[in-house]
């Protein structure tokens, strides 16, 4: 393996480790939030964000060890403090940091194959980023029923 080639890796792998926490994080939040938030529609939005995430952890786990590093398997705390809106806003900025880590990824995937998987998963966090706006946009006109 040359040297670019090898330096691309790891910067592939770091991604996929961050990424790897931010989906995690995702994965592990998601039950409590849909559980108590309470209009319907936005459970449903929350409930897609987080279905796709169970996806997406699968996707960048196997990737992972097939690269030949262990996942990490850490996630950050849920907030002390229940406010939807900056929850959704810390979401926001989640999916856009997902989304750019999964843009490189699909630049710099040694495999066509690859690179296909990171554009989906990229194409994926741009809808995540439009529905996170919905349920902010949701959250801030309909303050009292949340
Ligand atoms: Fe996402």
């Known amino acids: 393996m040359n040297k670019k080639t090898e330096d691309e890796i790891e910067r592939l792998l770091d991604n ?3 990424a790897l926490g931010i989906e995690y994080t995702m994965i592990i939040h998601y039950p409590r939030l849909v559980n108590i938030l309470k209009d319907k529609e936005t459970r449903e939005l929350a ?3 987080g279905t796709d995430s169970l996806r997406h952890v699968d ?3 196997k990737t992972i060890k097939e690269l030949g590093r262990e996942p990490n398997w850490s996630f950050e705390p ?3 403090e229940i406010d939807f809106v900056r929850i959704f806003q810390e979401q926001l900025r989640s999916e856009e940091l997902a989304l750019k880590l999964h843009r490189q990824n699909a ?3 040694p495999s066509l194959s690859l690179r296909e998987t990171f554009r989906n998963v990229a194409n994926d966090e741009e809808n995540h980023i439009e529905i996170v706006r919905n349920i902010l ?4 006109q309909h303050a009292t029923s949340y």
């Open 16 to 18: 996929l480790s961050e």
């Open 78 to 80: 849920f907030p002390d």
């Open 47 to 49: 409930s897609k964000l």
């Open 59 to 61: 996707i960048v786990a």
């Open 107 to 109: 630049a710099i995937a």
């Open 137 to 140: 946009s949701r959250l801030t």
